[in-house]
């Protein structure tokens, strides 16, 4: 199981090092090698899975369950006030790695690491467009 050419399937089979914090049947996590701030953590499904384009959900759903402990021992051992779980897809998302993972970066005010959404707003009618094709989607 697990995909040889990709760094976090080694890393969750234990064949390249990391610096593990959990591991259970469907899930792993460790500390981000280029940490945003000191406790990075990434959590990710133990089988390959690109994005959360083509998990299962069971297995998303495994996986995930496991971020309220891992949030509260990430806040609890550093110190942290609040902590953003971000999951990319796709590179234009600035997903680098091709493996499902969250991100869990502790955050506290004035740390400086900075975030912001550049807000947009629909014009006139675009929302119910985009809704409509959303649900058309989802029904498809
Ligand atoms: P993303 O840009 O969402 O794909 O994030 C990939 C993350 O994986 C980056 O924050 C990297 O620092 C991290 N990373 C890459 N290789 C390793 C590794 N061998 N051990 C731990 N973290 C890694
Ligand atoms: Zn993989």
Redesign the pocket.
Known sequence: MGDPSC?FCR?AAGD?P?AKVLDTAEATA?????PLAPGHT?LIPRQHYESILDVSPAILAAVAAELPRLARAIINATGAEGLNVLL?TGASA????PHL?W?LIPRRAGDHLGFRWNAGRYAEGESDAVRSAIVAALNA
């Open positions: 760094i890393i390249i990391a460790f500390l981000d090698i280029g990434l990319n600035g997903q680098v790695v993972h991100h």
